[in-house]
């Protein structure tokens, strides 16, 4: 897309023709930044993990053995959820049953089946292993974030080097300073015989593989080679393969790949992945690698950041490297864990699933200000391809026309049920509108606007319009509503009256959908949703200016779902710059979360809770927060573990399932201290902590498409450099009211004063804001 074409020529005007205002920060991770052990790890979850997007891996050891967990994203038991869709799946029972106060039936037809049956699920892929030596010892097991590598050396000098390639789907190994040959073999998931009975099995533990109840695969031998192919539900398959070359002058070198099979995928058949593998072994490691590591050295110049806080810094880098190893376009998004699957003989918690209701839209949180637009739109390709198929569930379920989204849906977007307050939720598809606004406002593509944009808004609006109704003072509302696991899946989960979670979104895509059409010059539409926006109420709170999850119920529990403050972020309907009653409502709002406190949070509240707390320029609250995040709710290789791993009473939640939005809030949350744009300006470290003396950033990126540049020290910002991509006006907060200004040709200023300017610039254009000496 024009998109990235964009971005690269700017990052290369950047680096060649400007000289960069922020040498503190870094172009590239450094090695401090690096995962980093004496030894490799012994579960799963702590493993060294590497991906493309599309295929994975977990580089660990097993019984003593050197274990690679390989996964793919696309391979899925895709079956229809047994006993969901009868008749009573409709919007309109589920009010019935809620006014007639009978919920059993619908929590048995549309919330047990979830836990009940075992798929559909994303499932594993399998796993190959090396057995070593007992002699051997680790040394140094790493992950070099710059080349996205991992190595492990043992004592004896014995090195293993091996990727993820960044596009193509296989992985390399190579194995150096060895006397023997390292052969492989492929250990396929236990998807046959018994079952595993014992244990608590519900959607967070993982069910049992067998219970899928596939014959299992085959495992095909060959000179050099592995194949191992497995068929699962309905006639999908997918197969594993691994090649490599004989040992030759200490070295041995090999690939493997992962392919998935659909019956009624595409009339071109996929590649196996024995092919592939084959056909990726016609090269050297060492020339794979350098178009790898190519890739990684671009998606690394997008931005950068410096901050004297050491915990904090690696972490974002480390958050930016797992972003780059799971979001791709051309590969599904980012699912609960990604392309890191459980490799412990189950089904993967809660499925592996698409949750729509935080988990997928906190996960691209970071892409916008990170300047990583490309990959952000591996998210909306995939909700533009299943669109048809929402449209559908839009029919069945809500019986309208309009476009809503299942909270928790398949590899294909089919709805899979749950607790229907959050996997049926009449908002999600005015939640995800969000991320299509941001990819509008920070790239300012007209081409996509118009195309992909609008009308994803037009269709969320349209269901809106046509599923909310009048009360008795004339107030548009939902006719139950709810705030997504407040009140687990009760009855007393469904409120009369829309709470602030359904009201936030709702009122934000009226509100972006405005703004959009008369960006498209749609005036009577937009004439048309600002009528409908009028008709629904304000934001609940109480009479201290907090808000509510709704009008009859306070924020009185404390919660990992900050569904209540919706408005304040990441909609950002409610504006610190909007002046003194919105300050009251953002302040009180956060103290009363701090005041009820963490105990059943997860580490992805924390995460949350440093961006809400950088909206309020609280940088203080914010690093704190970020810090806890980071220093009690990561695993060791980074991973977000949901729970405290302390157990020092940072959340009653000390239990460790793994996935990854935790862990792009984190990233997104930094950003947020750095740079902050939402509110009509550019506003250039508005919430550092003033012990943060000296920080930097380098191509973050601002709504406008702007790319920003600033360094500060001794505790003030001292430069700031911009540079536009798309021509028009952009407006900035200065740090102090005497800045010395330079602009590039064809910039003027449009109006100033003490703490605005306003610029109208053609693209490609440059400021710069700088301190007088």
């Not at 099995?201 to 993982?206: A, C, T």
Request: with cysteine; proline share 6%.
């Amino acid at each position: 897309m024009r998109d990235i074409k964009r971005c690269i020529f700017f990052q290369i005007l950047l680096v060649c023709v400007w000289p960069l205002v922020t040498p503190a920060a870094r172009a590239q991770p450094a090695a401090k930044h690096n995962l980093h052990f004496e030894k490799l790890a012994n579960v799963w979850d702590e493993a060294l993990p590497l991906g493309n997007g599309t295929v994975g891996a977990l580089i660990w050891e097993r019984e003593g053995k050197l274990r690679f967990s390989l996964d793919r994203a696309d391979i899925w038991d895709m079956r229809p959820m047994a006993g969901l869709h009868r008749d009573e799946f409709r919007y309109k029972w589920v009010q019935e049953q809620v006014r007639k106060k009978d919920y059993k039936p619908v929590q048995q037809y549309f919330d047990a089946p979830y836990d009940r049956e075992p798929a559909p699920s994303k499932i594993p892929a399998g796993a190959l292993e090396f057995t070593l030596p007992a002699d051997w010892k680790v040394k140094r097991a790493e992950v070099m974030l710059a080349s996205a590598t991992a190595e492990v050396e043992w004592d004896n000098g014995a090195v293993l080097k091996t990727f993820v390639h960044a596009t193509e789907p296989v992985g390399w190994f190579r194995f150096e300073n060895v006397r023997s040959e390292m052969s492989p073999t492929i250990v396929a998931p236990r998807y046959s015989g018994a079952i595993q009975e014992g244990g608590p099995v519900n959607s967070l533990v993982g069910d049992d593989l067998a219970r899928l109840g596939y014959k299992q695969g085959t495992i095909t031998p060959g000179a050099g080679s592995i194949t191992y192919r497995q068929e699962g539900w309905g006639g999908f398959t997918y197969e594993v393969a691994v090649r490599w070359k004989p040992l030759q002058n200490g070295v041995v070198e090999g690939v493997w790949s992962v392919s998935s099979h659909y019956p009624k995928a595409a009339a071109k058949p996929a590649t196996v992945a024995n092919v592939l593998a084959r056909n990726a072994l016609k090269q050297t490691y060492v020339a794979a690698a350098s178009s790898h590591q190519a890739w990684w050295k671009r998606f690394w110049s997008m931005s950068s950041v410096s901050v004297p806080d050491p915990l904090i810094e690696k972490q974002w880098y480390l958050e930016q490297y797992k972003f780059g190893s799971a979001a791709r376009r051309g590969a599904p998004p980012i699912s609960l864990q990604a392309v890191w699957t459980a490799d412990n003989g189950r089904i993967p918690p809660w499925k592996g699933d698409y949750h729509h209701d935080l988990n997928t839209q906190l996960s691209y949180w970071p892409a916008y200000s990170g300047n990583h637009l490309e990959e952000a739109l591996g998210y909306l390709d995939h909700l533009d391809e299943n669109k048809d198929n929402y449209l559908r569930y839009t029919k069945l379920y809500f019986g309208t026309d309009g476009l809503a989204v299942p909270g928790v849906t398949t590899l294909d977007g089919t709805e899979m049920g749950g607790w229907i307050q959050y996997s049926l939720s009449p908002t999600v598809s005015g939640w995800l509108a969000h991320h299509y606004y941001l990819q509008w406002r920070y790239g300012m593509d007209k081409a996509f606007l118009k195309a992909r944009a609008y009308p994803w808004f037009r269709q969320a609006c349209a269901l809106f319009e046509n599923i909310t109704v009048k009360n008795g003072q004339g107030e548009r509302h939902l006719p139950i509503s709810s705030s997504p696991e407040i009140r687990d899946n009760r009855l007393e989960a469904w409120f009369p009256e829309t709470t602030n979670y359904d009201l936030a979104i709702i009122r934000f895509t009226f509100k972006a959908g405005i703004e959009l059409a008369e960006a498209l010059d749609d005036k009577p539409q937009a004439e048309k949703w600002r009528k409908l926006l009028g008709e629904f109420p304000d934001f609940a709170q109480t009479e201290e200016n907090e808000l509510m999850f709704a009008r009859t119920l306070p924020y009185n529990e404390s919660h990992r779902h900050f569904s209540h403050a919706m408005a304040i972020h990441p909609l950002g309907l409610i504006k610190w710059e909007d002046g003194e009653q919105s300050q009251k409502t953002i302040t009180n709002t956060i103290a009363l979360l701090d005041k009820v406190g963490p105990d059943w949070w997860c580490g992805y509240s924390y995460s949350w809770l440093a961006n809400l707390k950088a909206r309020a320029k609280d940088g203080a609250g914010a690093r704190d927060a970020l810090a806890t995040f980071a220093k009690a709710f990561c695993l060791p290789n980074s991973f977000h573990a949901n729970g405290d791993q302390t157990k020092s009473g940072l959340s009653k939640f000390t239990y460790r399932p793994f996935t990854l939005e935790g862990n792009f809030a984190f990233a997104a949350g930094l950003q947020e201290m750095m740079l902050q744009s939402y509110a009509g300006m550019i506003d250039v470290m508005p919430a550092l902590p003033a012990d943060w003396k000296d920080a930097a950033f380098s191509n973050l990126r601002a709504e406008g498409a702007v790319l920003v540049s600033a360094k500060r020290e001794a505790g003030k910002v001292v430069e700031v450099s911009l540079v536009t991509e798309q021509a028009g006006e952009f407006s900035v907060k200065k740090p102090s009211p005497d800045w010395k200004i330079t602009m590039s040709k064809g910039v003027r200023k449009v109006k100033e004063n003490e703490q605005i300017i306003t610029f109208n610039a053609p693209a490609g254009a440059r400021v710069e804001l700088r301190r007088p000496d």
